[in-house]
């Protein structure tokens, strides 16, 4: 074996009984393994980065100076263990999902248990212990099948698979030969398994380009990014909002009865003691006039018992008429205050009872609904995991549905101390005083906003949630 550039070549002549392809017997003849072939082998499996490389030029190098038609290197990184395929020549990738790798992971197993060589021919008696080289062979259409194993102290790390190689090969000496290079080339794939960096160092590597200008160029966009983040930006807490008005009235049945007439819609314009309904006080002036042919009964009965001077039926007759007096001036109150008057000027916002007059009502059952709308006020609603950002005084800008294109300004007036369930989610309840005078805010109208809670750092603003939500899982 002698070094012809950058591979390995074997030199031979025929020997005298020795196998050979044709099963004839030749001449032994000495096969001399050069050192500086070994060492140029040695030296380019160091330079490789990982055992893969490794593997992967040992195979190329062995296939051309061998004058095989394939070789196959296993390699396992710990003592004791099935070696695991590498590399086969001129093989870039393979699926080890397949028969054929399958058959080449036996192979190597096979030869991995065993110290010495196994050599399987089609041209003579295989021995039993060959059987996963033979099931090569068939599969790859090989004649000549030889295993070395790979020794490193006293564990076999692996193994070497040569297909069809040339008939130089065949001689024992040469097999020798290459049996005692065999604990060298283990212990470089050894040595680049040490050397061969993490997955973390590799994908740096990847990351990181080597050349200085490249290097200079990931420094400044590193630097450029930790200032970015540094620099302070506007921290806003998104909210919903819905308007209601600031102050609202409840106007109430004063008695219950039948409704008789109602003379204002929601949306009506109304001064403060302005009639919004009429009560039917029929039955109370049937009442009232029964009431007084009581008080009729009532007095006569106690002049009897005064002129009989019955003491105590004057006295009972003179608490029925106490009685029916108090009843009587009931009955003339409310009939004063059939009318349902606004307390206070405003707009109806709610209460449409045009369809229901001369219909019968409770007493404190709601008609009317009165609320000046010159002011405004915003209830936001702030998720429970923003609510220590919110303090009053903050401002905010709000941007209803029905007006996208208009941005409203306000401060925060009051933060409701109570949470409350707001769509199956627990809020906290900010209110917003807003200006109406162009009266183009209405009650129950929503929107969107953002209460500005101060400046932060931008790697606070990206980054504070899912440090919160670690934190929390994990309990600090």
């Given at each position: 074996m002698?070094?012809?550039?950058?591979t390995?070549?074997?030199?031979a002549e025929?020997?005298?009984?020795?196998?050979?392809?044709?099963?004839?017997t030749?001449?032994?003849t000495a096969f001399p393994?050069e050192?500086?072939a070994?060492i140029?082998l040695?030296?380019r499996?160091?330079r490789?980065?990982?055992?893969d490389?490794?593997?992967?030029?040992?195979?190329?190098?062995?296939r051309?100076c061998l004058?095989?038609?394939?070789v196959?290197?296993g390699?396992?990184?710990r003592g004791?263990?099935?070696?695991t395929?590498?590399a086969?020549s001129d093989?870039r990738a393979f699926?080890?999902?397949?028969?054929l790798?399958?058959?080449?992971?036996?192979?190597l197993?096979?030869?991995?248990l065993?110290?010495?060589?196994?050599?399987w021919?089609d041209g003579?008696?295989?021995?039993?212990?060959s059987?996963?080289?033979?099931?090569l062979?068939?599969?790859t259409?090989?004649?000549?099948?030889v295993?070395m194993p790979?020794h490193?102290?006293?564990?076999?790390?692996?193994a070497?698979l040569?297909?069809?190689?040339a008939?130089?090969?065949?001689?024992?000496?040469?097999?020798?030969r290459?049996?005692a290079?065999t604990p060298?080339l283990?212990?470089?794939?050894?040595l680049?398994q040490?050397a061969?960096p993490s997955?973390?160092?590799r994908l740096?590597?990847?990351l990181?380009p080597?050349r200085?200008?490249?290097?200079?160029?990931?420094?400044?966009a590193?630097?450029a990014?930790?200032v970015?983040l540094l620099?302070?930006w506007?921290h806003t807490?998104?909210?919903r909002c819905?308007?209601e008005?600031v102050?609202r009235r409840f106007?109430?049945?004063p008695?219950?009865g039948?409704l008789e007439?109602a003379?204002?819609?929601?949306?009506?314009?109304v001064?403060?003691?302005?009639v919004?309904?009429?009560m039917?006080?029929r039955?109370?002036?049937?009442?009232l006039?029964g009431?007084e042919?009581?008080?009729?009964r009532a007095e006569?009965?106690?002049?009897v018992?005064?002129?009989?001077?019955e003491?105590?039926a004057?006295?009972q007759a003179g608490l029925?008429?106490?009685r029916?007096e108090?009843?009587r001036t009931?009955?003339t109150?409310?009939?004063a205050?059939?009318?349902?008057r606004?307390?206070?000027a405003?707009?109806?916002?709610s209460?449409?009872?045009?369809?229901?007059?001369h219909?019968?009502?409770e007493i404190g059952q709601?008609?009317?609904?009165?609320a000046?709308?010159?002011a405004m006020?915003?209830e936001?609603t702030v998720?429970e995991?923003?609510?220590s950002?919110?303090?009053p005084g903050q401002?905010?800008?709000?941007a209803?549905?029905a007006?996208?294109?208009?941005?409203?300004r306000?401060?925060?007036d009051?933060l409701?101390?109570?949470?409350e369930?707001?769509d199956?989610?627990?809020?906290?309840?900010?209110e917003v005083?807003l200006?109406?005078?162009d009266s183009?805010?209405r009650?129950?109208?929503?929107?969107r906003?953002?209460i500005?809670?101060?400046d932060?750092t931008v790697g606070?603003?990206?980054?504070?949630?899912?440090?919160?939500?670690?934190?929390?899982?994990?309990?600090?």
């Open positions: 002698s070094s012809c550039g950058d390995l070549v074997v030199s025929p020997c005298a009984g020795v196998w050979s392809p044709a099963g004839a030749t001449r032994p393994l050192a500086a070994l140029e040695v030296s499996l160091q490789a980065e990982t055992v490389a490794a593997a992967e030029h040992l195979a190329t190098s062995l051309t004058s095989a038609c394939h196959a290197v390699w396992s990184r004791g263990r099935p070696c395929l590498r086969v093989v699926d080890t999902h397949t028969e790798c399958r058959a080449y992971r036996a192979a197993n096979e030869t991995q065993h110290d010495g060589h196994l050599v021919s003579g008696a295989a021995p039993a212990s059987r996963a080289l033979a099931r062979a068939r599969l259409g090989s004649r000549h099948v295993g790979l490193l102290g006293t564990q076999t790390r692996g070497v040569v297909l069809d190689p008939a130089a090969l065949q001689a024992p000496e040469l097999t020798r290459l049996a290079a060298v283990a212990g470089c794939l050894d680049v040490r061969e997955r973390l160092r740096l590597r990847t990181v080597r200085r200008a490249a290097r200079w160029g990931v420094t400044a590193i630097v990014t930790s970015v620099l302070p506007p807490v998104p909210v819905r308007l008005p102050e106007v109430a049945a008695l219950a039948t007439r003379l204002v819609l929601p949306g009506a314009e001064a403060a003691g302005q919004l309904a009429v039917d006080g039955e109370l002036r049937w009442e006039a009431l042919a009581e008080l009729s006569k009965q106690q002049e018992a005064l002129v009989r001077q003491s105590a004057a006295q029925e008429l106490q029916l108090l009843k009931l009955l109150h409310r009939l205050n059939l009318e349902v606004s307390p206070l405003g707009v109806i916002v209460g449409d009872l045009s369809k229901a007059q219909a019968p009502v709601v008609l009317f609904e009165v000046p709308l010159d006020s915003a936001l998720r995991a923003d609510a950002y919110v303090q401002s905010v800008r709000l209803l549905d007006w996208p294109r208009t941005t409203w306000g401060t925060v009051l409701r101390p109570r949470a369930q707001r199956g989610q627990t809020v906290l309840v900010a005083r200006d109406n005078r183009q805010l009650p129950g109208m929503s929107g906003g953002r500005l809670c101060g932060r606070w603003i990206l980054f504070h949630r899912p440090v919160e939500a670690l934190c929390q899982l994990a309990g600090w």
